[in-house]
């Protein structure tokens, strides 16, 4: 009879450090290249550059934006909507997102089915059958004699054998990866708010100076 | 993914949410103040480099969802 299969030997040879580490290490450079393309793109397309080398200047790149506002007259009647200028950031308009892997499921489900199965089925059988008949008849005087005589015999074999083998393996492996948003680094949302809020036009009272860069567009 | 953005409102401080690929297409954002009426809306000369750049990041974001 052929013995089961160990289970412990069917899983040594498993290669299971490389199985988990491999997802883990895919996840972790599509990372790295989604966090380098979202950098370039920010710097490539937000902002307008000048000097090269240890001296690059970053100055955001400034849209222009309509503010209108509804002027309502004492009468109560509505008069003509007044239209502002600013500039914005670029930057602030933008779905910014840090798309990231921030989920990695490896599933690793093996199987090890070793089953060993032996049917036989054997039969035999065996049949046999005689018959015999004899009957004489003897006269004297005109002389008579009958003999008679039968014989069969019968005979009958069969054999049969039937065998089952079975044995079945089977390994499962799944990894499962979701890209999601993370939250903006905090450096990034600085900027952002540092820029938005920048959008409201500074008042000046009477007499107050206008120096260096003060105007209607926001300091970057 | 969200196309949703928030500025700070330059009449009251308050926020206007504003929704990039609308505003790409002409669209108006009141401010979320109720008693301030105002609104904002993309300046005609700024539209294409607000374009392009929506663009350049459909791009990556697509490029990202298949990597």
Same mark, same amino acid.
């Given at each position: 009879?052929?013995?089961?299969?160990?289970?412990a030997?069917?899983f040594s040879?498993?290669?299971?450090k490389a199985?988990?580490?491999?997802?883990l290490?895919?996840?972790a450079e599509?990372?790295?290249?989604?966090?380098l393309s979202?950098?370039?793109f920010?710097?490539?397309?937000?902002f307008?550059?000048?000097g090269?080398?240890?001296?690059i200047?970053?100055d955001?790149?400034?849209?222009n934006?309509v503010?209108t506002?509804?002027?309502?007259?004492?009468?109560?009647?509505?008069g003509?909507?007044?239209?502002t200028?600013?500039?914005?950031?670029?930057l602030?308009?933008?779905?910014?997102n840090?798309?990231?892997?921030?989920e990695?499921?490896?599933n690793?489900e093996?199987?090890v089915k070793? @089953?060993f $199965?032996?049917?036989?089925? %054997?039969? #035999?059988?065996?049949e *046999?059958?005689? +018959?015999?008949?004899? !009957? /004489? &008849?003897?006269g004297y005087?005109?002389f008579?004699?009958?003999?008679?005589? @039968?014989? $069969?015999?019968?005979s009958? %074999?069969? #054999?049969?054998?039937? *065998?089952?083998? +079975?044995?079945s393996? !089977? /390994? &499962?492996y799944?990894?499962?990866?979701?890209?999601?948003?993370?939250?903006?680094?905090?450096?990034?949302t600085?900027i952002?708010?540092?820029?938005?809020q920048c959008?409201?036009?500074?008042?000046?009272k /009477?007499?107050?100076k206008?120096e260096?860069?003060?105007?209607?567009?926001p300091?970057? | 993914?969200?196309?949703?953005?928030?500025i700070?409102c330059?009449?009251c401080?308050g926020?206007?949410?504003?929704?990039?690929?609308?505003?790409?297409?002409g669209g108006?954002?009141?401010?979320?103040?109720?008693?301030c009426?105002?609104?904002?809306?993309?300046s005609?000369?700024?539209?294409?480099?607000?374009n392009s750049?929506m663009?350049?990041?459909?791009?990556?974001?697509?490029?990202?969802?298949l990597?």
């Amino acid at each position: 009879m052929t013995q089961l299969l160990s289970m412990a030997q069917q899983f040594s040879g498993l290669p299971i450090k490389a199985l988990i580490a491999a997802p883990l290490l895919a996840g972790a450079e599509a990372n790295s290249k989604m966090a380098l393309s979202q950098t370039e793109f920010l710097l490539k397309t937000c902002f307008n550059t000048s000097g090269s080398g240890k001296d690059i200047k970053y100055d955001p790149r400034m849209i222009n934006m309509v503010l209108t506002r509804s002027v309502i007259k004492p009468d109560g009647s509505a008069g003509t909507p007044v239209e502002t200028r600013f500039d914005l950031p670029l930057l602030t308009i933008l779905p910014l997102n840090s798309l990231a892997v921030d989920e990695i499921t490896v599933n690793f489900e093996m199987e090890v089915k070793s @089953s060993f $199965s032996n049917d036989q089925e %054997s039969s #035999s059988e065996t049949e *046999s059958a005689a +018959e015999g008949s004899f !009957s /004489a &008849k003897v006269g004297y005087g005109c002389f008579s004699a009958e003999v008679s005589g @039968s014989v $069969s015999a019968s005979s009958k %074999s069969a #054999s049969s054998e039937k *065998s089952h083998y +079975e044995k079945s393996n !089977s /390994a &499962k492996y799944s990894i499962t990866a979701h890209a999601g948003q993370l939250p903006l680094p905090e450096g990034v949302t600085t900027i952002i708010q540092a820029f938005s809020q920048c959008i409201a036009p500074i008042q000046l009272k /009477a007499g107050d100076k206008v120096e260096g860069t003060v105007s209607s567009k926001p300091a970057a | 993914m969200s196309t949703y953005n928030e500025i700070q409102c330059p009449a009251c401080s308050g926020k206007i949410i504003i929704d990039t690929k609308l505003l790409l297409s002409g669209g108006n954002f009141s401010c979320t103040t109720m008693s301030c009426n105002a609104s904002v809306s993309l300046s005609n000369s700024s539209y294409h480099v607000a374009n392009s750049a929506m663009d350049e990041f459909d791009k990556i974001k697509t490029a990202a969802q298949l990597s």
